[in-house]
């Protein structure tokens, strides 16, 4: 099982950046989708974007334009970009080693830990 750790979280106000990163360990990491998660406070978790072993991206259609997901598989990561943050996009990160089936992003149980995403209005 690959095992993922994330970074790149913290606290920015309303209309700025921050890029996360899920460095990942394993042999099947080019082979994998990835996809990110977050779960706001009382809220269930939710897909946010993912990215195909090809490249193919998806994302929730509140972040598209915002946010990119992008990976280097030389160095087992993928990135997500996130511009014109909102306090709506507040919560923990997740990053997930999943799978495609036909378009639709399949997480599994390989999770990281999250990294907290704070922003203020």
């Known amino acids: 099982q690959v095992q993922l750790v994330e970074s790149g979280g913290g606290l920015v106000q309303a209309g700025g950046s921050l890029r996360l990163s899920c460095a990942a360990s394993g042999s099947t990491f080019r082979t994998n989708a990835m996809g990110w998660y977050r779960q706001a406070p009382g809220k269930q978790r939710e897909f946010v974007a993912a990215?195909?072993?090809?490249?193919?991206?998806k994302y929730k259609d509140s972040v598209k334009g915002r946010f990119a997901i992008s990976r280097d598989n030389a160095k087992n990561t993928v990135y997500l970009q996130m511009n014109s943050l909102q306090p709506e996009d507040t919560g923990v990160y997740y990053c997930?080693?999943?799978?495609?089936?036909?378009?639709?992003?399949?997480?599994?149980?390989?999770w990281g830990q999250g990294t907290q995403v704070t922003v203020s209005s």
């Open positions: 997930n080693a999943g799978y495609y089936s036909g378009t639709v992003y399949v997480a599994t149980s390989s």
């Open positions: 990215i195909g072993n090809g490249g193919s991206t």
